[in-house]
């Protein structure tokens, strides 16, 4: 065993697919010499050589389309954008060609496209987004969001492996905060599509995911203090496939829910989610699905703005005692 | 890099089949086109039809330049080059007609399919976007030491785009073998190409990548296949990628349903009587490389192949409306 | 020029935040070290805060009637200033998030001295008053204005007509626990195709149904004290089987011992009071009855290791619960001893907040007022509470040793234990007040 930092799990668990398979390859903006950004590639062009950890020009298109490219003839990219919030310059690769292209073609396009996502450290409106919603909506991608520093490994290896598209939003606040005892001799493999009971509790079910789900435990641990609350913590870790069962199990069992996102409110996920317990479990609500979002807003700089406009563990507190003594 | 326009040369390595086989394709384009017209306004054809008429040498050619393992992107007007490679008329035809047994079961319309196998990778509508997409495929090449080349075709109207862009120039930066087909047929729908972009040639654009471009007559035949394959050999060798831009003219509108008010009479004139596949008739006939008697027995048995393939695309069904479930991840 | 800042404290482990009640002391006073400056609530404890340093005050950050969290700056003093400046203090700018860095650490939020806006939605749930289309019509529409899915389910399902329920939750709403509970109270076993309905946990977020007023009424917003209570009250009924059980008490010997050792008591600092007697019986019994000395924990019990007596206290602002640590291992005189001082410092607010905390069974004394007897409310999460009734002389029927009965004047009162049925059967509390009561009657001199 091994405390490794989730930024570090993260690279490890890339460290570990591009050593297994001779088709995995990365391919970003100052990945290589410079080791990325954040460091996520920091030794990998020494190991892995620049044929498979190849600097681009700033071109998040090109980088997108030409992963989806080199997938179509068998390869697995992995594509770094050096934030998330410039993934939107590839929307239109993403959305109108990866997308689609295993329906309309019958083309399979493996690539994973991965990137520092999320608020909480002062990065201002490019630099603090988590655009899950806008890709969210589109059939075809997959979604996956660790939280923990096991999923930031078992996730990144299991979206490689994967034979469809995968968006990874790894947060970037969690990089160096999190820190976990990962086995050294066990291959982890996040299996996507599955939730994870981060608490378990019987008054009330937070979902919840990313680095929400530290805020929602804290909130838990606060709820259960001084209130007696006994609150059950989802963490989702897939968007895209959703774990349904796992919401609808946890609902049936606890009866209230609230559902916590960092992304903004009207259109973001929380509202889907509302829908499918509305569908599948209307009768087992004790009282109304409630969400804590961030509000409709950029995401501003200024400390007091960003933690205005982000949800924190005290409006996952209200929201929760709201619901719990409804 | 020169780009005045290259006078035809007859090409050394094509024999007199190869000339007579790149005439059935041309021909077959021509031909599948105007029976798709017929089908069109039978109302058999469920959406629109795009016309390659004037273009089809050129999209033969550039295509017959590339071998085996090769692999192209097609746009609308590349029909031709798709043939080459390798796709059927039936498929066509069902792909038109919506047909449950076309390529992409009714999931996608006209000349949008793909067979990696055979060479060609189906086109989105988002123009340039293929572009980024084939710097991937002939990434892929590279990276596994293949001896393959990529070809990917943009037009007047795609070189506008960030993709275009994007991926031709990580194309150029990374020296991949890919080869970047530039139609200049005079219009991306009702736009003419002056109001699209100011520099006087297309293949300046390439020059700005720092990458080899060329420009040639777009509608001889053998002029084009020749400066081709001299791009595709090119690019295979190492010398990374190659731009040509193509000089032709769309004869028909953006589509079927498209009038033309913006294109003079006499500008058809003049280009109905520079069409490529006369001139390459004159040519070959001219050359003594092919007999009347040839080119009949190719066109009654192109005749005869669209006849069969209409009948048969005709009487398959249309998809089940609950087969458009699934198939939407592995 | 230095500048202090004055922050809210944390008042007890599990103190969250503080209520600042009342400025003692405004921008510009000039204040000394250790000078109270201002008032603050939190829970069940008023505090006067010391100022931390000696100078003027220069900034006020939380007003009168704020709840902050706890370690939040609600003051500035200015050590040596006698100008008082603008209320801004300078902040140095935050870093700038360097990429090849670790995500730096949130910069400490620089607080505006204005309130902070409140946090993001929730918004309150919608109003729930029926629209005047939809006013008290069918039984669908009042269903549906007083329970919910869950509720009707239930409700479906065991032929329940939720009329005759009393709902608990949000405006008067039918909640899964209510609708459970009056089933079970009238005895039908609950088979809901649930895997797990969990006993809920306790709700301590109550909401209390409007009430229109009148002209010329007055409103006025409960103190802190109040709504903890009220809040606390309800909690209290909701969480625990409340059950009373009483007995009548022959108090003539323990006057008797009382009469004659009071003096020699106050002597020694300490009053003499009933409430000694009652206390130091109590704690002997539950040391005898460590069931009446417990929590329940979900699906647990917690027998309490200390035994921690509360004595509630009547306020002219309120009820508070001061508890004697440790009570069984006091003698008489500690007792009356701890119990008068707790007494005198709650009337003065003078209580430290572990004074208030972690009471393992209280003893409530509505007889002080005259009150014959009472049936309390449990102190939550205890699991009992004694009530003692009015103590005078009283005509009793008495048996002589030669087996005549006869009509005396005895000095007597009742003593009501409210338990909770839940983990305490109507045995185990009789068995404990009859302790008690025996005790009381033979109360041993030896014990002064």
Redesign the interface.
């Known amino acids: 065993m091994a405390e490794v930092t989730y930024l570090e799990a993260l690279r490890q668990g890339l460290w570990e697919e591009l050593e297994r398979d001779e088709n995995v390859f990365m391919l970003g903006e100052d990945i290589g010499e410079y080791g990325g950004a954040f460091k996520v590639t920091e030794g990998f062009l020494e190991k892995f050589g620049a044929g498979r950890i190849i600097d681009t020009p700033i071109s998040e298109a090109a980088i997108v389309g030409a992963a989806a490219g080199a997938a179509h003839m068998g390869m697995r990219p992995i594509a770094e954008m050096q934030f998330i919030d410039f993934i939107s310059c590839a929307y239109d690769m993403l959305t109108n060609y990866v997308a689609t292209a295993r329906y309309r073609a019958g083309l399979a396009t493996p690539i994973v496209v991965r990137g520092p996502s999320g608020g909480y450290v002062r990065g201002g409106p490019f630099h603090s987004q988590m655009p899950e919603a806008a890709f969210f909506h589109t059939p075809g991608l997959k979604l996956v969001c660790p939280a923990t520093a096991r999923d930031a490994k078992g996730l990144i290896k299991s979206a490689v492996r994967d034979d469809d598209p995968v968006i990874y939003f790894e947060h970037k606040f969690l990089y160096r905060r999190i820190k976990e005892d990962l086995p050294d001799d066990e291959e982890i493999l996040t299996p996507i599509g599955k939730a994870r009971v981060a608490r378990e509790g019987s008054d009330l079910t937070i979902i919840t995911w990313s680095a929400m789900v530290w805020k929602c435990l804290d909130a838990a641990e606060e709820l259960a203090s001084s209130d007696g609350a006994s609150v059950e913590v989802l963490d989702l870790r897939s968007l895209i496939p959703m774990d349904d069962a796992a919401i609808l199990g946890s609902v049936r069992k606890t009866n209230r829910v609230l559902i916590v996102h960092e992304d903004t409110r009207t259109g973001g996920i929380a509202g889907e989610i509302t829908s499918r317990i509305n569908e599948g479990a209307f009768e087992w609500l004790d009282a109304p699905v409630r969400r804590v979002t961030a509000h409709d807003t950029p995401i501003p700089y200024a400390p007091t703005l960003e933690d205005y406009v982000l949800p924190g563990a005290d409006d996952v507190v209200e929201a929760a005692r709201l619901l719990l003594a409804y | 890099m020169e780009s005045a326009l290259t006078p035809a040369a007859p090409p050394a390595d094509l024999t007199q089949e190869n000339l007579l086989e790149i005439y059935y394709f041309l021909r077959l384009t021509r031909s599948l086109e105007e029976q798709l017209v017929n089908l069109y306004r039978q109302g058999k054809v469920i959406g629109g039809l795009y016309r390659s008429l004037g273009q089809e040498g050129e999209s033969v050619a550039t295509s017959y330049a590339l071998r085996p393992g090769d692999i192209l992107s097609p746009l609308i007007r590349n029909l031709g080059s798709m043939l080459v490679k390798g796709a059927q008329p039936v498929e066509v035809l069902r792909q038109y007609m919506a047909k449950t047994s076309s390529p992409?079961a009714g999931?996608?319309m006209n000349i949008?399919?793909?067979d990696?196998d055979k060479g060609f990778?189906?086109q989105?509508?988002?123009l340039g976007?293929m572009?980024?997409?084939?710097?991937?495929?002939?990434?892929?090449f590279k990276?596994r030491v293949e001896r393959r080349v990529g070809m990917v075709y943009v037009g007047d109207g795609a070189m506008s785009t960030?993709?275009f862009h994007?991926?031709v120039?990580?194309a150029a930066?990374?020296k991949l073998p890919l080869v970047v087909v530039v139609e200049n047929n005079g219009y991306a729908f009702s736009t003419p190409v002056h109001k699209q972009t100011r520099v006087a040639s297309l293949a300046d654009k390439g020059r700005s990548y720092g990458i080899a471009s060329y420009t040639v007559d777009g509608n001889d035949v053998l002029a084009v296949y020749g400066l081709a394959r001299q791009l595709i050999e090119a690019a295979r060798s190492g010398e990374g990628t190659q731009m040509l831009e193509v000089v032709t003219y769309r004869r028909k509108g953006h589509a079927e349903h498209d009038d033309q008010r913006y294109q003079s009479e006499e500008e058809l004139a003049l280009w109905e009587g520079n069409d490529p596949i006369d001139r390459y008739v004159s040519r070959i006939g001219d050359a003594g490389w092919a007999t009347p008697d040839d080119l009949e027995r190719i066109d009654s048995r192109i005749e005869r192949e669209i006849s069969e393939a209409v009948g048969t695309a005709e009487s398959d069904p249309l998809p089940e409306g609950e087969s458009a479930i699934g198939?939407?991840?592995? | 020029m230095a500048r202090v800042d004055v922050i809210m404290p944390q008042m007890g482990e599990s103190i969250a935040e503080g209520t600042v009640a009342r400025w003692m002391k405004q921008v510009g006073d000039e204040v000394k070290r250790d000078e109270p400056i201002l008032e603050i609530s939190t829970d069940k404890v008023d505090a006067e805060i010391p100022s931390p340093t000696s100078g003027t005050i220069i900034e006020i950050r939380v007003s009168e009637g704020e709840t902050v969290e706890v370690q939040t700056i609600i003051a500035v003093i200015e050590t040596d200033g006698t100008a008082v400046t603008a209320a801004v203090t300078d902040q140095p700018p935050p870093p700038a998030p360097e990429a090849e860095t670790a995500a730096p650490e949130p910069a400490a939020p620089s607080e505006p001295a204005m309130a902070p806006p409140p946090p993001p939605p929730p918004q309150p749930p919608p109003p729930t008053t029926p629209s005047p289309a939809a006013a008290p019509g069918t039984m669908e529409e009042r269903l549906r204005v007083k329970s919910t899915p869950l509720v009707r389910k239930i409700a479906a399902e065991h032929q329940v007509d939720l009329t005759g329920i009393e709902g608990t939750g949000y405006a008067g709403r039918v909640t899964k626990k209510d609708i459970l509970g009056f089933i079970e109270s009238r005895g039908q076993a609950v088979t809901v195709r649930t895997a797990d309905i969990p006993s809920p946990a306790l709700p301590t977020e109550v909401s209390h149904p409007s009430v229109q007023a009148w002209q010329g009424d007055r409103v006025e917003p409960m103190s802190r004290i109040r709504k903890l209570t009220a809040d606390h009250m309800i909690t209290s009924m909701r969480t625990s089987a409340h059950v009373t059980t009483f007995y009548e008490i022959d108090y003539t010997r323990v006057s008797e011992i009382r009469k004659a050792n009071k003096e020699e008591y106050a002597a020694r600092g300490a009053r003499l009071t009933f409430l000694s007697f009652i206390a130091k019986a109590v704690t002997d019994n539950l040391r005898k009855h460590p069931i009446l000395n417990a929590s329940v924990s979900g699906q647990s019990i917690i027998y309490r290791h200390e035994i921690n007596l509360g004595i509630a206290v009547a306020l002219d602002w309120g009820l508070i619960v001061p508890v004697v640590r440790n009570a069984d291992e006091l003698s008489l005189i500690g007792l009356s001893k701890a119990i008068s001082d707790l007494a005198e410092r709650a009337r003065t607010k003078r209580l430290s907040p572990d004074e208030v905390q972690n009471g393992t069974f209280t003893i409530t004394n509505p007889g002080t007022f005259g009150s014959y007897a009472g049936t309390p409310i449990i102190n939550q999460p205890q699991v009992a509470i004694l009530g003692v009734g009015a103590i005078e002389k009283r005509p009793k029927v008495v048996t002589l040793d030669d087996g005549q009965d006869v009509i005396a004047i005895r000095t007597m009162g009742l003593v009501s234990l409210s338990f909770d049925h839940r983990v305490v059967d109507g045995a185990d509390g009789d068995r404990f007040l009859s302790g008690i009561k025996n005790d009381l009657e033979r109360f041993p001199e030896g014990s002064l």
Do not use: Y
């Open positions: 992409t999931r996608e949008h399919f793909n990696l990778l189906g989105i509508s988002h976007d572009v980024p997409v084939m710097a991937g495929i002939a990434l892929t990276m960030g993709a994007e991926g120039n990580f930066v990374q198939g939407v991840f592995a």
